[in-house]
């Protein structure tokens, strides 16, 4: 590990590295001989060892010592009573969100939903090169296929990936000793960090799982609208038991401002989460002291369509126009994006994306992504878990993902049984699915893509464990 991710952080770092007049001076207490500091956490392996401040702050170990926060008995007391607070509650809105989707006759879980963990039956893939995964009448599933390897490039010619892309992001694979290939693994201590690119529709019920059950500290979206997130120093907020890192990496001046606070460089961070793939690189990022290891989860482009427009309602019930805007008229409108995923993987934000950038983002996500699907959401984040060293397989933290996840299938099933309520059809082939097939030609292609990615990167993983 880096000295700078080794500094312990409190309210600032001196420009020589060195603790600020503003932090806590180190106190050399007694206490079964283990120190009393102040400072925030580096590994995540660590964190089981600690225990939550109520004030914000979180601790550390440096140098393989456990090292404790000073804290009042009493507040001790208060965080525990809150974190069990915290857990009772989230039993019982997992148990609800089991319970709720079943409790009425007007709701159901339809079979696809109960085969592919979706409630949008969006079987297309044999479209775009990929023949999907199968059940036969015995409900025994048979293994989709894309026909790519890892070696083989999906660019040629005089195209190329991004150069900065390249250099601060590490590939995915690297050739075995067999003439095959392997993950490349990931060293907690090599300076590299964790970089998840948040997926619209997606991302944000995966980052809850990653703060909530894996217990990382997250550099995200958490103070977009607050201001401790334009304080002139970093440091560690926890609300409701979740640690965030004061900084907005889903605007540019967000991550402008967290590059000023040379984020990066203070270690405070477990793991990075933003849309902006480019812009971030460029300004959290360097080589070689802090590459990034890019992982992601996709869902179905028309499906993200679909969720999108039922939040796009839920946001506009004071605007009667806005809410009454039908799933149609939402497709052909401006607040409908237009194949989101090709466009930010090649930082094409306005210009027209061409054939020529599918190619391109096919090459990124071949070469720099560990690649997870919504619809196999138990097994991507097993993958993802497993390949950052953060993977527990305690009761506590199976039910933490199991209960986080049956309530985000509790609302897509909501929203589906909206959208056919609305609109009589939306499965393949209707008008509607037609106009959202229109707005993501490309991402249909970049999205099967990554399906056969996932296929492919599977075969170097275990059997999935829950």
Known sequence: MSEHRRSFINWGVSEEGEE?????EEKSEEDDEIPVRYGYPSKIKEKKKMAIDPDGATMQAKGGERVLMKVSAFRQSLSKKRAASGALLICVIGMAACVLPGSTPTRYIPDQMKKTSSAFDYHDGANYGYNETTFDDGNSEQSGKYNLQ???????????????????FVDTFQPSDDGGFELTPFLATSGEYPFFWRVPNVGSRIENMLVSCVKAVLATSAFRDDERGAENALRVYNIEDRAYVNVDLSQTAGIERASDLNLAETGIADL???????YASHKLLSFPEHKGRMFTVFRHPIERAIVSHSDF???HQADSRLAQMSLAEFAQSDYSSKDWLTRFLVNKR?????????QKAKEILRKKFLIGLYDRVEESMERIERYFGWFRNGPLERECHQNLIAAERAHDTEDYMYEVGQEGSIDIGSEVYGLMLKNNEKDM????YAVGLFEEQGKLFPSLSW
């Open 20 to 24: 600020s007049d503003s932090q806590a």
């Open 150 to 168: 890892h070696d083989e490039p999906m660019i040629s010619g005089g195209i190329t990936i991004p150069p900065y892309i390249d250099a601060t």
């Open 272 to 278: 990075f989460v933003t849309p902006h793939l480019h």
């Open 313 to 315: 309602i839920k946001k």
């Open 350 to 358: 306005r210009e027209r994306v061409t054939w020529e950038d599918v």
């Open 445 to 448: 292609e970049v999205y099967w």
